[in-house]
């Protein structure tokens, strides 16, 4: 459990760190209040990873994981921007697609219960209309303001990860255990599908399929690709409030060695 134990650590140390330098500070930027929620925020999705793998659950964890993935490399695309205008910029383009993603699910729910007479429906979809129209004011808003969109998943994967674990422009190499593609594996284990009900069923040497209900991972591989994402997150946090980051860097090279040497 060492890398469960080394993650877990990590975010005591930061959230003393936050604690300290916000004891005696109301804040009042909306921007500083985004990225001081986000590390309990990535504390709480990292920590579930953990729980499910401790019970030998893979496939659940790492849908977990991707969730986990699309969080961290998010906020870590916010907190590289240029500089703090850039990085208000991004969050406002995070903003604007997750109002448009709001009014999306809103859109399909209208669609397929449009018919539907039973009195909580109605109310239901009512609060959804209701909603709504704050929903695209503020869209309409930002939009007025010139705030593009979020660039695609993997687009924002590869900025994050640029240079950072592999060689320039070709983001992280195989010893870290977390390449792009990775993120297909992982989208798979939120939405299974035929590919992955296969992969559960395993035939043994006489012949007899067994379904355990579960895909052949490396459970350590897995808490490593957490730490990945947690350590990737918590250099951008400690860049932006300027600590001392050597210590945690230091660990998580350990533990990348630990891994490859397995």
């Known amino acids: 459990?060492?890398?469960?134990?080394?993650?877990?650590?990590?975010?005591?140390?930061?959230?003393?760190?936050?604690?300290?330098?916000?004891?005696?500070?109301?804040?009042?930027?909306?921007?500083?209040?985004?990225?001081?929620?986000?590390?309990?925020?990535?504390?709480?999705?990292?920590?579930?990873?953990?729980?499910?793998?401790?019970?030998?659950?893979?496939?659940?964890?790492?849908?977990?994981?991707?969730?986990?993935?699309?969080?961290?490399?998010?906020?870590?695309?916010?907190?590289?921007?240029?500089?703090?205008?850039?990085?208000?910029?991004?969050?406002?383009?995070?903003?604007?697609?997750?109002?448009?993603?709001?009014?999306k699910l809103q859109d399909e729910i209208q669609d397929v219960f449009k018919n539907d007479k039973r009195e909580t429906t109605i109310e239901t979809l009512c609060e959804y209309d209701n909603a709504r129209v704050k929903i695209e004011q503020r869209i309409n808003e930002l939009?007025?303001?010139?705030?593009?969109?979020?660039?695609?998943p993997l687009q924002i994967l590869k900025e994050v990860f640029k240079g950072v674990y592999g060689q320039p422009n070709e983001g992280p190499d195989a010893s870290e255990?977390?390449?792009?593609?990775?993120?297909?594996?992982?989208?798979?284990?939120?939405?299974?599908?035929?590919?992955i009900l296969m992969s559960t069923i395993f035939t043994s040497g006489d012949g007899v399929l067994n379904f355990n209900g579960d895909i052949d991972v490396d459970i350590d591989v897995l808490r490593y690709e957490c730490c990945v994402c947690v350590h990737r997150f918590l250099k951008e946090i400690y860049n932006f409030y300027e600590f001392d980051f050597h210590k945690i860097d230091n660990e998580f090279l350990e533990l990348g060695q630990m891994i490859v040497n397995k």
């Not at 939009?143 to 695609?152: I, L």
Request: glycine share 4%; net charge negative.
């Open 1 to 103: 459990m060492e890398i469960e134990q080394k993650a877990n650590n990590w975010f005591d140390e930061t959230m003393d760190l936050l604690e300290s330098r916000f004891s005696n500070v109301i804040i009042s930027n909306d921007f500083e209040k985004a990225v001081s929620s986000s590390v309990s925020l990535v504390l709480t999705y990292a920590k579930s990873v953990f729980c499910v793998l401790k019970e030998g659950e893979k496939l659940p964890a790492m849908a977990l994981l991707r969730s986990l993935y699309q969080l961290t490399s998010r906020l870590t695309w916010i907190l590289i921007g240029l500089d703090d205008l850039d990085r208000r910029d991004r969050l406002e383009r995070l903003e604007k697609e997750s109002l448009k993603d709001e009014l």
């Open 143 to 152: 939009g007025n303001r010139g705030v593009k969109g979020m660039p695609q």
């Open 177 to 195: 255990t977390i390449p792009i593609a990775a993120w297909t594996k992982l989208h798979k284990a939120v939405h299974p599908d035929y590919l």
